[in-house]
């Protein structure tokens, strides 16, 4: 049994959207992607999936604010306290019983609501080695592990600075990219440093948005759509003792590696480079798309920065990396961020959006929860 995606929907995608609470949100995302499939939640609906976490929040059990935007009222719903991409593999799971026809997945993201972002990452860190460090600023963990990838690797603090250069650049062909811009690799480099060797380009803001997904079996799907997007393979991997520096090599996320190798093992193909079209992969700090690109892609560091610097990474080049602009120019929206990059593959695949052209046929999709974490998802979509 096959599992496609039939429709997705989304909301916000900006800096700060005032004028809707995070439910109003979910509801706008929710709505958006019923209509498209031509469904009624309350009737054609078999389960609901909200991924979410108290955490960021900022309210107790914030799961029990999910059924109603969505539809899910007095329905099955259940809670994933993590990233999207794991909300999916889970309705993958569901539908793959066969006890499920469809399923609806969910994440969202109100950052602007948060009122210290730095105490919140304090929160996540290590207990023993980094909460107590006071560190003034968050960030100082992805410096750490921009210098040490630099350092292992032989990447040039250049090649950083050219993937925020294309990914803020690629973001101007997409609507929902707010953070995009037309910059140059001096207007980075030059930049004062947020942490270094990060400048304030090579790290993602935050967008306040929201994603909505339907699964569905094949049966399902063909009913629903003439242009399903087939789930061909999924793939998750948390590294042991996530959130401290003491079993990691800061340099490196064999957590992506084997999140992407799962997902490409059951798609069935051998190469994930030669057997897709494009990517949209991590990238909230510049450093992280080139550490995808060699975990998942090349398997080479070196190789990703030349085909960086050749271009074969852009928007129109040989392996487009991030075509939507990623996390760069769309912003960091917490457990959303990978419903975005599923979301901008969704829409490059059936050529649908304002900013794509249809022909590409596979993609991979390839997300990190962030730091203090070592935890990747991946997924490998077709037509």
């Known amino acids: 049994m096959r599992v496609a995606l039939v429709s997705m929907g989304w909301s916000g995608f900006r800096p700060s959207v005032e004028e809707l609470s995070f439910r109003e949100m979910m509801f706008e995302a929710a709505m958006r992607a019923y209509e498209q499939a031509g469904i009624d939640p309350r009737r054609d ?28 009222v007095l329905r099955p719903t259940l809670t994933v306290a993590g990233e999207f991409l794991q909300g999916l593999a889970q309705a993958y799971m569901m539908v793959k019983t066969g006890y499920f026809d469809v399923v609806v997945v969910e994440s969202h993201a109100k950052p602007s609501d948060v009122e210290s972002m730095r105490g919140v990452f304090e929160m996540a860190f290590d207990p023993l080695y980094l909460r107590p460090l006071k560190a003034p600023n968050p960030h100082f963990l992805a410096g750490l592990m921009a210098s040490a990838f630099m350092a292992r690797s032989g990447v040039d603090r250049e090649h950083l600075a050219m993937v925020a250069v294309k990914n803020k650049s690629n973001g101007l062909y997409n609507p929902r990219a707010s953070h995009s811009a ?7 480099l030059d930049s004062e440093p947020v942490v270094d060797p990060l400048t304030r380009y090579e790290i993602a803001p935050f967008s306040d948005a929201a994603v909505v997904a339907v699964v569905a079996s094949e049966e399902a799907a063909r009913r629903l759509t003439d242009t399903p997007v087939w789930i061909d393979g999924v793939g998750w991997s948390t590294e042991a003792g996530t959130g401290s520096m003491a079993w ?5 996320m064999p957590s992506m590696r084997m999140a992407a190798t799962m997902a490409a093992s059951m798609a069935g193909i051998s190469s994930i480079m030669r057997d897709t079209s494009f990517a949209e992969v991590e990238d909230r700090y510049s450093f992280a798309e080139l550490m995808a690109a060699e ?12 085909m960086l610097e050749n271009g074969d990474f852009d928007r129109d080049g040989y392996y487009p990396v991030n075509p939507s602009g990623g996390s760069l120019a769309m912003g960091v929206a917490f457990e959303a961020t990978g419903g975005a990059r599923l979301l901008e593959a969704y829409l490059r695949l059936l050529g649908g959006g304002e900013e794509v052209e249809a022909g590409a046929e596979r993609a991979l999709v390839l997300s990190w929860r962030g730091i203090p974490t070592r935890t990747s998802m991946a997924v490998i979509l077709s037509l």
């Open 295 to 306: 975990e998942a892609l090349t398997g080479d560091a070196l190789e990703a920065a030349r």
């Open 248 to 252: 990691h090599d800061l340099g490196s």
């Open 182 to 188: 037309r910059i140059t690799l001096s207007d980075v």
């Open 45 to 72: 609906v078999d389960a609901f999936i909200s991924c979410q976490e108290d955490f960021w929040e900022g309210i107790a059990i914030t799961d029990e604010f999910a059924p109603e935007p969505i539809g899910g």
